[in-house]
């Protein structure tokens, strides 16, 4: 009887509770593509912070970064880049994490991101990973080649 039980309570309570999950990774990804799209990619920088928890942080290599100081360094990109576009080629969600397969391409036409202008053309693909929290982004993991961005730049040749 009590396995009859058990059994019962799994049929009913795992469906369940695995479309409540495919519906969170569905809602996540489209807030991590449209951060990305919307947000990114136009420069819109009003709407960062709704898509991000107000204790939002980025993980860096050296430190961690704040939503303002994160939000800091996106307009240094677009300030360096101010024609920046960055496409998603790729997401991929699991629970309350997102991964995003981008890539950002522009001009550097203005000094930023610590770059003098070099009117030279820039492309660099990167990924992002996000963690979710109640359908907004808690936290950030982001990788992309930066030597590669100098060498493009024309600000980095090996001796």
Same mark, same amino acid.
């Given at each position: 009887?009590?396995?009859?039980?058990?059994?019962?309570?799994?049929?009913?309570?795992?469906?369940?509770?695995?479309?409540?999950?495919?519906?969170?990774?569905?809602?996540? #990804?489209?807030?991590?593509?449209?951060?990305?799209?919307?947000?990114l990619?136009?420069?819109?920088?009003?709407?960062?912070?709704?898509?991000?928890?107000?204790?939002?942080?980025?993980?860096?290599?050296?430190?961690?970064?704040t939503l303002?100081?994160?939000?800091?360094?996106?307009?240094?990109?677009?300030?360096?880049?101010?024609?920046?576009?960055?496409v998603?080629?790729?997401?991929?969600?699991?629970?309350?994490?997102?991964?995003?397969?981008?890539?950002?391409?522009g #001009?550097? #036409?203005?000094?930023?991101?610590g770059?003098?202008? #070099?009117?030279?053309?820039?492309?660099?693909p990167?990924?992002?990973?996000f963690?979710?929290r109640?359908?907004?982004?808690?936290?950030?993991w982001?990788?992309?080649?930066?030597?590669?961005v100098?060498?493009?730049?024309?600000?980095?040749?090996?001796?």
């Amino acid at each position: 009887m009590r396995a009859l039980s058990l059994f019962i309570v799994c049929v009913v309570c795992v469906p369940t509770a695995i479309a409540g999950n495919k519906k969170e990774e569905k809602r996540n #990804t489209a807030v991590a593509r449209s951060f990305f799209e919307e947000v990114l990619d136009k420069g819109r920088f009003d709407m960062y912070a709704g898509s991000h928890a107000t204790n939002f942080v980025a993980h860096g290599s050296t430190r961690d970064f704040t939503l303002a100081e994160d939000m800091g360094l996106a307009k240094e990109e677009r300030k360096a880049l101010p024609d920046m576009h960055i496409v998603v080629n790729q997401t991929v969600a699991e629970r309350d994490m997102v991964a995003v397969y981008w890539r950002a391409s522009g #001009t550097n #036409t203005q000094e930023g991101m610590g770059f003098p202008a #070099t009117g030279k053309k820039v492309s660099v693909p990167g990924m992002t990973l996000f963690r979710f929290r109640d359908g907004k982004i808690s936290e950030e993991w982001s990788v992309y080649d930066m030597l590669s961005v100098l060498k493009q730049l024309g600000l980095y040749s090996p001796q």
